[in-house]
């Protein structure tokens, strides 16, 4: 039986199991260098992170205003949150369509 292999890749001539990348030495291509790995992993965690977070406001706002009752200030704050968060998907979702269209090739090409 044979032990798992963790590090499958290189990288820079170091193992990694995370990043693959194909360094030339020529830095002629910014998206063979291992920066450039990293750059993606942050970008996939970032975006996870953002949905998680607005789906947590949605619901945390929903419950606020479920126990809003008569409460018109509580009900302002619930319908506000909710709006902020909504616009703050529609700003990562501009900024991820505008990284797409100045990265050549796109973010994750």
């Known amino acids: ?5 963790f590090a499958a890749q290189k ?14 030495g020529t830095g002629t291509s910014a998206s063979n260098s291992g920066a450039w790995g990293i750059l993606l992993i942050v970008i996939n965690i970032m975006t996870g992170g953002v949905g998680i977070l607005a789906v947590g406001g949605i619901v945390y706002a929903a419950i606020l205003y479920s126990a809003a009752q008569d409460n018109a200030n509580q009900t302002k704050q619930a319908i506000e949150l909710i709006w902020n ?3 703050g998907i529609v700003v990562f979702g501009a900024m991820y ?5 100045i990265i050549p090739g796109g973010v994750f090409n």
């Open 97 to 101: 369509a505008l990284l797409n269209f």
């Open 1 to 5: 039986m044979s032990a798992p292999v």
């Open 11 to 24: 990288c820079g001539g170091v193992d990694t199991a995370i990043i693959s990348c194909e360094q030339d």
């Open 85 to 87: 968060i909504v616009i």
